[in-house]
C-alpha cells in the first residue's frame, strides 16, 4: 500500500471505497484535501481524474489517472491511479501527553 504525504495531509491507500460514500462536489480551485488554518492555503487537486467522497467526517479519494497535488507552500506531488484514504498528520506532544493534529 502506498502513502503520500503532503505538508499535514496524508493519503494513504485502501483497497476500495467504503460503502454509503457521499460524493464531494468540486469547489471553484478543484477537490479540497485540506484547507490551510494557518495560513488560509488549499490543499487542492485541479485535475479532471480524480473524485472526492466523505463518509462520517472522513474523505476518501478516487484517482482514474494520474493527477497532482498542489499547495502555495510545499512542492506539487503526483498522485497515481488508485483509492485513497485522506488523513491529517498528528504529531504526539510526550512533555503534555497529547496527539494533536498538525497544522500546516
Do not use: F, W
Amino acid at each position: 500500500m502506498k502513502q503520500i504525504q503532503h505538508g499535514d495531509v496524508l493519503i494513504r491507500e485502501i483497497e476500495k471505497l467504503p460503502m454509503e460514500v457521499q460524493r464531494v462536489e468540486r469547489q471553484g480551485i478543484g477537490l479540497v484535501l485540506a484547507e490551510g488554518e494557518a495560513t488560509g492555503h488549499h490543499h487542492v487537486i485541479t485535475d479532471k481524474g480524480a473524485s472526492l467522497y466523505e463518509l462520517k467526517g472522513e474523505l476518501y479519494l478516487e484517482v482514474t489517472e494520474p493527477v497532482t497535488i498542489i499547495h502555495d507552500e510545499h512542492k506539487p506531488l503526483p498522485i497515481p491511479i488508485g483509492v485513497y484514504q485522506v488523513g491529517r498528520v498528528k504529531e504526539y506532544d510526550y512533555l503534555r501527553e497529547m496527539e494533536r493534529r498538525v497544522v500546516d
